[in-house]
T-cell receptor, first 112, second 111 residues
């Protein structure tokens, strides 16, 4: 049973486009929602994160939108660049034990 | 100055063998984790450990066991390796419930 569902699985955009990646969760015990970026051959690295008491968070070109009632959150990448090409994972942290449950990942390609 | 390091980076072994993967963090964190990433890139938590508590994902076979010689290290021991254990294993660490920092991964191939 996948507790965090992520879509799409892959995404191709042109440079300057705004890719949007969506995630949905079921467990109301999740209390923190990070996004990780992973390049080939590397470990995931934290990109941006949000708590459920906030509806939007922006850091540079990356924005998270959070809808608590719908149990959904999404990542928007403004003015996307070829260097943003990577796999993106949403995650949700359980309020006991700090264990992260990851979505299935989205492979993003930004074409020059 | 690598924050979270793992050795080896690649591990190729035969079915039935026992192997270990080492993880070290120099961030002064008190909690460490092991994750498994399968061929479809799906990441799954295996263990969460601090000096007080070990939390095990119930889906992890008991052939897998974490061992922590000290606060900066959490090694992963795998007994009787199976083909399905082939994956990339990531170690991570955090200070309490803060951001988790991941290591570079160990690619395990079981033949």
């Amino acid at each position: 049973q996948q507790q965090v569902k992520q879509s799409p699985q892959s995404l191709i955009v042109q440079k300057g486009g705004i890719p949007i990646i969506n995630c949905a969760y079921e467990n109301t015990a999740f209390d923190y929602f990070p996004w990780y970026q992973q390049f080939p051959g590397k470990g995931p690295a934290l990109l941006i994160a949000i708590r459920p008491d906030v509806s939007e968070k922006k850091e540079g070109r990356f924005t998270i939108s959070f809808n608590k009632s719908a149990k959904q959150f999404s990542l928007h990448i403004m003015d996307s660049q070829p260097g943003d090409s990577a796999t993106y994972f949403c995650a949700a942290r359980h309020n006991a034990g700090n264990m992260l449950t990851f979505g299935g990942g989205t492979r993003l390609m930004v074409k020059p | 100055d690598t924050a979270v390091s793992q050795t080896p980076k690649y591990l190729v072994t035969q079915m039935g063998n026992d192997k270990s993967i080492k993880c070290e963090q120099n961030l002064g964190h008190d909690t460490m984790y092991w994750y498994k990433q399968d061929s479809k890139k799906f990441l799954k938590i295996m263990f969460s450990y601090n000096n007080k508590e070990l939390i095990i994902n119930e889906t992890v076979p008991n052939r897998f066991s974490p061992k922590s010689p000290d606060k900066a290290h959490l090694n992963l021991h795998i007994n009787s390796l199976e083909l399905g254990d082939s994956a990339v294993y990531f170690c991570a660490s955090s200070h309490r419930a803060d951001t988790q920092y991941f290591g570079p991964g160990t690619r395990l191939t079981v033949l």
